[in-house]
Protein backbone atom coordinates (compact mmCIF):
# COMPACT_ATOMS: atom_id res chain seq x y z
CA UNK A 1 0.00 0.00 0.00
CA UNK A 2 0.94 3.71 -0.78
CA UNK A 3 -0.49 6.78 0.74
CA UNK A 4 0.23 10.66 0.47
CA UNK A 5 1.44 12.63 3.31
CA UNK A 6 1.69 16.18 3.91
CA UNK A 7 0.71 19.25 1.30
CA UNK A 8 1.98 20.78 -1.97
CA UNK A 9 5.86 20.71 -1.85
CA UNK A 10 6.04 18.98 1.32
CA UNK A 11 4.17 16.00 0.48
CA UNK A 12 5.76 12.31 0.49
CA UNK A 13 4.42 9.20 -0.86
CA UNK A 14 5.01 6.38 1.65
CA UNK A 15 4.80 2.91 0.54
CA UNK A 16 4.71 0.04 3.04
CA UNK A 17 5.00 -3.97 2.68
CA UNK A 18 2.54 -6.16 4.63
CA UNK A 19 4.01 -9.68 4.05
CA UNK A 20 1.05 -12.59 4.36
CA UNK A 21 0.46 -15.78 5.25
CA UNK A 22 -1.41 -17.74 2.17
CA UNK A 23 -3.22 -20.75 3.85
CA UNK A 24 -4.19 -22.24 0.69
CA UNK A 25 0.00 -22.68 0.05
CA UNK A 26 0.15 -24.70 2.99
CA UNK A 27 -3.17 -26.71 3.67
CA UNK A 28 -1.77 -29.37 1.75
CA UNK A 29 1.68 -29.57 3.08
CA UNK A 30 2.31 -32.85 5.24
CA UNK A 31 4.89 -31.05 6.96
CA UNK A 32 3.38 -28.55 8.45
CA UNK A 33 2.08 -28.81 12.07
CA UNK A 34 -1.23 -29.43 12.33
CA UNK A 35 -1.69 -27.00 15.71
CA UNK A 36 0.12 -24.11 13.96
CA UNK A 37 -2.24 -24.83 10.95
CA UNK A 38 -5.13 -24.32 12.88
CA UNK A 39 -4.45 -21.62 14.68
CA UNK A 40 -3.83 -19.99 11.12
CA UNK A 41 -7.11 -21.20 9.93
CA UNK A 42 -8.65 -19.20 12.63
CA UNK A 43 -6.90 -15.94 11.28
CA UNK A 44 -9.11 -16.34 8.25
CA UNK A 45 -7.51 -16.57 4.10
CA UNK A 46 -4.50 -14.42 4.36
CA UNK A 47 -2.63 -13.16 7.11
CA UNK A 48 -0.70 -10.19 7.96
CA UNK A 49 2.51 -12.22 9.07
CA UNK A 50 4.11 -9.19 10.62
CA UNK A 51 2.04 -9.75 14.37
CA UNK A 52 3.52 -13.67 14.32
CA UNK A 53 7.07 -13.10 13.22
CA UNK A 54 7.13 -10.14 16.71
CA UNK A 55 5.74 -12.57 18.78
CA UNK A 56 7.86 -14.63 17.72
CA UNK A 57 10.68 -12.72 18.10
CA UNK A 58 9.38 -11.79 21.18
CA UNK A 59 9.11 -15.61 22.46
CA UNK A 60 12.79 -15.89 21.62
CA UNK A 61 13.80 -13.25 23.66
CA UNK A 62 11.84 -14.05 26.76
CA UNK A 63 13.72 -17.70 26.04
CA UNK A 64 17.28 -15.65 26.00
CA UNK A 65 16.44 -13.88 29.38
CA UNK A 66 15.61 -16.90 31.06
CA UNK A 67 18.87 -18.33 30.35
CA UNK A 68 20.96 -15.31 31.10
CA UNK A 69 18.62 -15.21 34.25
CA UNK A 70 19.65 -18.93 35.30
CA UNK A 71 23.34 -18.07 34.02
CA UNK A 72 23.67 -14.58 36.06
CA UNK A 73 24.85 -15.86 39.10
CA UNK A 74 27.72 -18.87 37.45
CA UNK A 75 28.54 -15.73 34.97
CA UNK A 76 29.69 -13.42 37.40
CA UNK A 77 31.44 -15.95 39.40
CA UNK A 78 33.48 -17.03 36.09
CA UNK A 79 34.06 -13.23 35.41
CA UNK A 80 35.03 -12.67 38.89
CA UNK A 81 38.11 -15.62 38.64
CA UNK A 82 39.19 -14.46 35.22
CA UNK A 83 39.52 -10.68 36.78
CA UNK A 84 41.45 -12.33 40.01
CA UNK A 85 43.70 -13.86 37.60
CA UNK A 86 44.76 -10.73 35.73
CA UNK A 87 44.81 -8.68 39.15
CA UNK A 88 46.91 -11.59 40.32
CA UNK A 89 49.59 -11.72 37.57
CA UNK A 90 49.44 -8.23 37.34
CA UNK A 91 50.80 -8.02 40.83
CA UNK A 92 53.02 -10.33 40.37
CA UNK A 93 54.79 -9.00 37.51
CA UNK A 94 54.38 -5.44 37.61
CA UNK A 95 57.19 -4.76 34.88
CA UNK A 96 55.21 -6.65 32.23
CA UNK A 97 53.37 -3.23 31.74
CA UNK A 98 50.36 -5.16 29.82
CA UNK A 99 48.68 -8.36 30.14
CA UNK A 100 47.41 -8.59 26.66
CA UNK A 101 48.06 -12.60 25.84
CA UNK A 102 47.73 -13.46 29.64
CA UNK A 103 46.72 -17.74 28.88
CA UNK A 104 46.21 -19.92 31.84
CA UNK A 105 46.74 -23.56 31.37
CA UNK A 106 43.15 -25.42 32.39
CA UNK A 107 43.67 -29.63 33.24
CA UNK A 108 41.67 -31.40 30.89
CA UNK A 109 39.09 -33.78 33.42
CA UNK A 110 39.70 -37.35 33.10
CA UNK A 111 43.38 -37.01 31.67
CA UNK A 112 46.63 -35.83 32.21
CA UNK A 113 46.61 -33.60 29.24
CA UNK A 114 46.20 -29.35 29.57
CA UNK A 115 44.81 -27.02 27.71
CA UNK A 116 45.82 -23.11 27.17
CA UNK A 117 42.94 -20.81 28.02
CA UNK A 118 43.27 -17.24 27.30
CA UNK A 119 42.87 -14.63 30.06
CA UNK A 120 41.32 -10.90 28.78
CA UNK A 121 38.97 -8.76 30.59
CA UNK A 122 37.76 -7.45 26.98
CA UNK A 123 35.25 -10.06 26.23
CA UNK A 124 33.40 -9.47 29.58
CA UNK A 125 32.83 -5.88 29.03
CA UNK A 126 32.06 -6.56 25.29
CA UNK A 127 29.27 -9.06 26.88
CA UNK A 128 28.36 -6.68 29.54
CA UNK A 129 27.77 -4.04 26.59
CA UNK A 130 25.76 -6.40 24.72
CA UNK A 131 23.66 -7.18 27.69
CA UNK A 132 22.52 -3.77 28.21
CA UNK A 133 21.97 -3.68 24.66
CA UNK A 134 19.70 -6.28 24.42
CA UNK A 135 18.14 -5.63 27.91
CA UNK A 136 14.48 -6.03 26.56
CA UNK A 137 14.54 -8.42 24.19
CA UNK A 138 10.73 -9.65 25.49
CA UNK A 139 9.14 -6.60 24.16
CA UNK A 140 10.11 -7.02 20.62
CA UNK A 141 6.37 -7.76 19.55
CA UNK A 142 5.83 -4.15 20.43
CA UNK A 143 8.99 -2.61 18.43
CA UNK A 144 8.48 -2.00 14.66
CA UNK A 145 11.53 -0.16 11.76
CA UNK A 146 10.57 2.43 10.10
CA UNK A 147 12.45 5.02 7.90
CA UNK A 148 9.78 7.61 8.81
CA UNK A 149 11.72 10.75 11.17
CA UNK A 150 9.40 11.87 13.77
CA UNK A 151 10.56 15.54 14.06
CA UNK A 152 9.47 19.13 14.76
CA UNK A 153 9.69 20.09 10.74
CA UNK A 154 7.90 17.26 9.31
CA UNK A 155 8.54 14.25 8.05
CA UNK A 156 11.82 13.87 5.55
Known amino acids: PARWSGDGENATLSFSVIPTIDLKQILDDDKFDETA ?4 ESLGGK ?5 LVRDYLASIGAIHESIRASMKSSLLEWETIICEAIESFSREFPDEGSVLGLAALAKNVGTNG ?5 LFAGFIEYRKNLET ?3 SLSTLGKR ?6 HNKGGTR
Open 114 to 118: YREVS
Open 144 to 149: YVTSQA
Open 133 to 135: QTS
Open 47 to 51: IDAKP
Open 37 to 40: LNHL
